[in-house]
């Protein structure tokens, strides 16, 4: 039987600290299972939290999300870093006269019309068609990250 040896980084910094936790797994386990496994060794207090691979292609510059249902073997890991991250954020978000703010929590790895269902809820809009999001210009922080 082969065997996966995957090194799994907690966080963004952690690669320049040189941390991470190598585990070896099969290939035909489920990547959910593989999160679970490394969520247990890294962050064993942290259960409550949802948590899945982010993969970084150094390379070319691609990001993505694994999926939970899928084998190991199906992604091509070579020269990525793969990230263990809760997929859970939370953002702020102000109307564009910055009267209101909401804290919304938003999954990162759900497709943006999820975040934007949760946003249309915290601001009591029945229709996500009635707003967008904006990324403001560099100075102004209408939509930030608070991790």
Excluded at 14 to 22: L, P
């Amino acid at each position: 039987m082969a065997t996966l040896m995957l090194k799994i980084h907690f966080n963004e910094g952690s690669v320049d600290k040189g941390q991470g936790k190598t585990l070896k797994l099969d290939p035909d386990a489920k990547v959910g299972l593989a999160v679970e496994l490394s969520r247990q060794k890294i962050v064993p207090d942290r259960a409550s939290e949802r948590w899945r691979f982010f993969v970084m292609m150094e390379d070319s510059g691609i990001s993505y999300w694994m999926d939970n249902d899928q084998p190991l073997k199906t992604y091509n890991l070579t020269g990525a870093t793969v990230y263990l991250k809760s997929n859970l954020t939370f953002l702020e978000v102000t109307d564009l006269d910055g009267v209101f703010t909401k804290r919304v929590q938003v999954d990162l790895s759900a497709p943006v019309e999820s975040a934007m269902k949760e946003i249309a809820l915290k601001f009591s809009l029945d229709d996500v068609s009635e707003f967008g999001l904006q990324i403001p210009k560099k100075g102004l922080q209408v939509l930030r990250s608070l991790d």
